[in-house]
Every structure is written in structure tokens, then in C-alpha cells.
């Protein structure tokens, strides 16, 4: 195996993956080639990652073995399904998008993850994790029920295995049979590190024809004798449990193999092809190492997960000289930076806080506190729904727990934040980031609809801050909040308002005038706008001579202000970055229905459709959510 210690800016050289032009090509080469086709493969993600930007380090991962489940299947006649889509980079360069691949994540481009619309090879679209069990398992018997015979193939990371979804599926497919083949692609040894010459001789061994036919003559022959039957199948879980871990799949209802090496050409082509030809529910365990080939990915994994696009250096003509100021501009801080901080100095003030999170220590920037306070730091891996009722029970004994989850994840533990949560009125904190549109991850990933799912459960106090001091603030009010509390905050940094470093709480329920009318226009417009499109508000009021109002708490609204606002303005127009259905907008517009107010407004946000990926002020531009389209939207209304 070729081994980088760079990633190449030049395209490399790749004359026999620029011959496979699709999965049928790639299954006439010998194993030989393969290795071949595996270097040009990992050379050729290296230099088209380096050129976008994105997901790798799984991807290297699983050269081999993408390269192997190609040869072994019959794709697409056979379902091969990706879970995450982190790992799907080598397959969407084998199969027909690989001069497409400097489009990826960009916009118009090629999809980060797995998309049905893209391909016919990506059978099943994905972003989050531990879905491809579920989905592989319903084309198993789709086609079992339509009488078509093909094999439908899971690929689901060590991570992904760690939701419950993934063994509510494990223990469906068990029960039915079905002709279902997962992999495990275990990158992290965590479930064993038993990978050597016996355990890949094992492997090759209970996958192989002789030994499947001889196993079940041998149940054909025992069947007759009371009780040895099920005694020689104990026997034969025991030995494999010995060297393996077997035993649960096993007792689950599949055929275990593994673990075995999975760089191994030679054995992951064969052992994949003795197993495509077995009935029942098939569990291939493969052992890969997280960043393979590429040395620095290989020391770091979590580190190169992902990397931004290489920008080229500059050349001594192309330099500019740097700019001349007085005074130093204020470097803006991330919101999720705002959020480690303060929660630092939560905890340091008070010993009830908490913290928690589904598997985003360094997405929700909790790598500080995971090391300032390791007994107060919980990370459930890939599992939402404990996350939310590990909090409820954590606040039942008097602890103040704070959650930390992404928009689109809260989605997977919604019924928990409504049930056992909200219901009891616990003291829960959620700082809820990438609200809004996130960018080059796309609709998977986009926090589109978290104010329109919040907005509607009781007990829940919601709350989106226009700035990083805000945000502070705001996360403060949350905690100091007896009952469930929520603020959602983007992706990315904010206008660069300093934060300070009290723990000083912002009254929730009262929002805030940015500008009132200057003049005394025709026609008097209110702008109340949630959260990051506070920016973009600005410019467009000053335009228009318009009120300027920071909405900050969605729950409960501040009535008093919206009602002197309807008094004094013939159009209130609501702008924020979510849905328009059931958002904060709505509310607004709820308020005042119930008031008996005809008050005259214009609801502005995300369109009734999934917005796809690009840098988010492209995505927003298009959504007619930048101070250009805002403007656009009010002059259009004012014209009718």
C-alpha cells in the first residue's frame, strides 16, 4: 500500500482508475490490479478532497473495502447502503462521478453523503448516522417480497452501531431471515482487537463453501438426535467466541465472520464473495484504520475527520500588502466557542452543571470542559434519545444539566424532549447549535425546523440570540431557567460583539428596539427579526426607514412590545432562518389573530422545500434571506 505524507495539489497519476468507469468494469480485474486500483484510488481522494475540502479521513478508511464490495456485488442489481455517508467518497468516485468530485459540497456540486437523485448506485440517501441497517433490511425484503433475488449489503461504521436504531434493526433482521449482509467497518477497535493470521484464517474459514455445506449437513444429521442439535450449535458459538466477538450477533440471529483486516485485498475480495452466496442474515466484521495511508490522518484521526480546501500559497506577485489601522478589528468568535467558554464558567460557578452530548465534543467546542471538568462530562456517542433522558434524569436528582446537540439531531430525540423532559417540567438546558442553514452539508444537516418543533411543546422556553454576547446571555437565562430551556444559535462566527465574562442572564420574554422610525413614512414598516438575520435586517431598515426589533425570546413572546409595535406600524414583516410554517413568525402572527388584531403582515424564512448545499450565503441569497432579498421581499409587498 502506498503510504502520503501529503496531500498532493497536483492531479496524481491514475491510469487504471481512469479505466474504471464503473463498478461492471472494475469486477473484470484480477486481485492484483486491485491493489493497483486501491493506491490510485486513495491517491485520487487525497487530491480531490485537497481541491473541495470535506469528509476523508473515513474515507481512506475504506479504500479496500469499497474497492472489494464492488468486485463481490453485482451493484446497482445488488443494494449496497452507506451509513453516515462519511465513508462514501471512494464509492461515488467509482461509480461514474469521479471528474464530478471537484464539485463536491459546493454549490450546484456533487452531495457530501449517499443521494438517491444523484445516483443509481446510491440507493439510499443519508446524513445522519445508524440508519443503513433499517434501510438495507427493507430492500432485503422488498425484493424477497416482489420474488427478485438479489443481496442488499449494510456498511455501518463502529460509531453508527452505537444508536439503538442500528440493534433494533440487527435484531429485526434476525427474526426474519432475510437475505441481508452487514458490515461493520469497527475503525476504532472498539468492539475487538483480535486482527492477525488466525483471526483472518478463521475467517476465511467459516465464510467458505466447505465449511457452510458441511455445517449444515451437519444440522440435516443432528436434527434426528434429541438435544445435539442445539448443543453442537452452543459448541460453535463458544469456539467462536473464544477468538471473536461473535456471540451477540450470533445469539441476534446472524452468521458472524471477522474480524478480519480490512486492507487486506485478497481477503476481503474472497471472504465477501464466499458470503454473497450464503442465505440469511450475514455479519462481516472489519477492522480498518480511520485515515489509512495518509500518515498525518493516521496519527490524528479525529483531527482530519474533515479539512477545509488547500489554498494554494501565494506567489510573491499575487501578495497584497497587509492593511493599515489604527486600531485592531475585533476577531468574531464562533458561537459554539461563546457556548465552551461559558459553560466552563458555569460550572466553575456552579457544581450542579452538567454537561452532555451525543457524540459533538469538538463540533460543539466541549473539548475544553470534557478536560477541566472529566466527572461533569458525558459523551453517549451516537445516541440522542439517551442523551435527552439522561439529562431528565440527571435534573430529577438535582443536577443542572446542559445538552449540547446539533438542530438536525435534536430531531432523533424530540419525542424524549417532549415526554420525559417538558412533561415533567425538568430543569434542562439545550444549547442548540447549526440553527439555520449549516452549508456545504445540505439538507441533512441544515437546522431548518427547530423553532417550528419547539415552538409548540409547553414548559419550554426558546430563545435565539442576534449576537455572541446575546448568546452568552441567553445560555444564562437558560440555566438560571427552573424548567426546560432552549437557545439556538448558528454555524460560524458572530457580527463580533463582545462576550465579557459574567454570567449575567438576559430577561426572557422581553426582546429589544434596534432602530425605531426616523420620519414619518407613508407607510410604516416593523422589522422583527430572530436571531442571525438581526444582521441583514440592519442595512434593510436603514433603507426603508423601518423599526428595527430583536425578537430574542420565540417563547414566551414579549406581548407588550408586539402590541405597541402593531399600534404604531401599518406592516410588521417577521424574518428568521427557519421555516416559515410554525416558526416565530407564525407566532407572531398567532399572537395577534388572538388579539383580535387585523394587523397587516409579511412572513419571511426557509421556502416549503428542502434547501440543498452550498456556502450558506449563496444558500441564503437564493432563499431571498440577505439584506438585498429582504429588502426585495418588503418593497414587493409595499407595491401591491
Known sequence: MKLFDEIPQARPATPLLDAVESPQALRALSVAQLRQL???LRAYLLYSVGCTGGHFGAGLGVVELTVALHHALETPHDRLVWDVGHQAYPHKILTGRRESMHSMRQYGGLSAFP????????TFGVGHSSTSISAALGMALGARTAGEKRRACAVIGDGALTAGMAFEALAHAGHVKANLLVVLNDNEMSISENVGGMASYLARILASKPYTQMRANGKKVLSHLPGALEFAKRTEEHMKGFISPATLFEEMGFNYIGPIDGHDLPTLVQTLHNMSDLDGPQFLHVVTRKGKGFIPAEQDPIGYHAITKLEKAPTEATKEAPAVSDVPAAKPQKYCSVFGNWLCDAAAADSRVIGVTPAMREGSDLVRFSKEY????FDVAIAEQHAVTLAAGMACEGMKPVVAIYSTFLQRGYDQLIHDVAVQKLDVTFAIDRAGLVGEDGPTHHGSLDLSFLRCVPELVLMAPADEAE???????????????AVRYPRGTGPGVATGDDLEPLSIGRGEYRRRIAGNPEVRVAIVAVGSMNTPVTDVVEALDATHFNLRSIKPLDREALL???????LVVTVEENAIAGGAGAGVAEFYLNAGLAQPMLL???????????KPVELL???GLDA???RASIEARLAR
Open 38 to 40: 486501491a493506491d490510485e
Open 115 to 122: 443521494k438517491r437523485a444523484e445516483s443509481e448506485f446510491d
Open 374 to 377: 472529566p466527572e461533569r462530562y
Open 471 to 485: 448568546c452568552r446571555g441567553m445560555l444564562s437565562a437558560a440555566l438560571a431557567h427552573p424548567g426546560p430551556a
Open 564 to 570: 405597541e409595535i402593531a399600534e404604531g406600524h401599518d
Open 604 to 614: 419571511l424564512g426557509l421556502p416549503d422545500g428542502f434547501v440543498e448545499h452550498g
Open 621 to 623: 441569497r437564493d432563499c
Open 628 to 630: 438585498a432579498g429582504i
